[in-house]
């Protein structure tokens, strides 16, 4: 079964800072991955996807990822954080096929200080 | 932008009762999911459903839970007769196909008393 881990539970940076959330995963093939965000009181909202080709790929909002697989690793990165940009950030994988269910991380809530 | 919109946004019920949780995907959706989030848990992953049937379902979907597609718009979950323990976010996703990504509702807050 996949498993997905996200290290940082919670992690604090200052506005115009960059940023790097982890996200590990274990899955026995090439998954498809996936980081989605989560403001409060609000749901899920995709910030960008990986299924196969570039293994870096980009995201709204200024987000990036890159997919490595000898590191079984897809973080994401922002080079300069907005305040608009805290909130609780999920790494999921999912396996190929048609009907793949989402597995998540436990989350990283991210503070950004003025 | 086309969004899964999700209704009640919160609902309170008294254990034992019967809930129905209801979504709109987004029109010309394939795949319907519904996912939970107990508070300050992950997400999990309840059901999958697809082609007016159910394609996957977790150790957590028991005989008490339902998933329907009454009509060409609406995605219902129900809960025949609720636990303190179901209480959580309750999240509907659809996907337009195998190559695309699940989009999430906004969630119903559930409430058991």
């Known amino acids: 079964a996949q498993s997905v881990t996200q290290p940082d539970i919670h992690i604090t940076v200052s506005e115009g800072a960059s940023l790097e959330l982890r996200c590990n995963y274990s899955?026995?093939?090439?998954?498809?991955l996936f980081w989605y965000v989560q403001s409060p009181g609000q749901g899920l909202q995709l910030l960008l996807k990986?299924?196969?080709?570039?293994?870096l790929v980009q995201g709204i909002k200024g987000f990036e990822a890159e997919f490595k697989r000898s590191q079984s690793s897809f973080n994401l990165r922002k080079p300069s954080v907005h305040w608009s940009d805290a909130a609780e950030y999920f790494c999921?994988?999912?396996?190929?096929?048609?009907?793949?269910?989402?597995?998540f991380g436990s989350g990283t809530q991210l503070t950004v200080l003025p | 932008e086309p969004e899964v919109t999700q209704t009640p946004s919160h609902q309170v019920t008294q254990m034992g009762q019967e809930v129905i949780l209801r979504c709109v995907p987004i029109?010309?959706?394939?795949?319907f999911y519904w996912y939970r989030q107990i508070l300050g848990q992950k997400v999990e992953f309840l059901v999958s459903?697809?082609?007016?049937?159910?394609?996957?379902k977790s150790e957590i979907f028991d005989d008490q839970f339902s998933v329907e597609r009454p009509d060409g718009s609406n995605f219902t979950l129900k809960i025949r007769s609720t636990k303190l323990e179901d209480s959580a976010m309750y999240f509907c996703?659809?996907?337009?196909?195998?190559?695309?990504?699940?989009?999430f509702g906004d969630g119903t807050r559930l409430s058991i008393l």
């Open positions: 899955y026995g093939a090439t998954p498809y």
């Open positions: 996703a659809s996907m337009g196909g195998s190559n695309q990504p699940q989009h």
């Open positions: 999921a994988v999912a396996r190929s096929g048609s009907a793949r269910q989402l597995t």
């Open positions: 459903f697809y082609n007016n049937e159910i394609s996957e």
């Open positions: 029109s010309n959706h394939l795949y």
């Open positions: 990986y299924f196969s080709g570039d293994t």
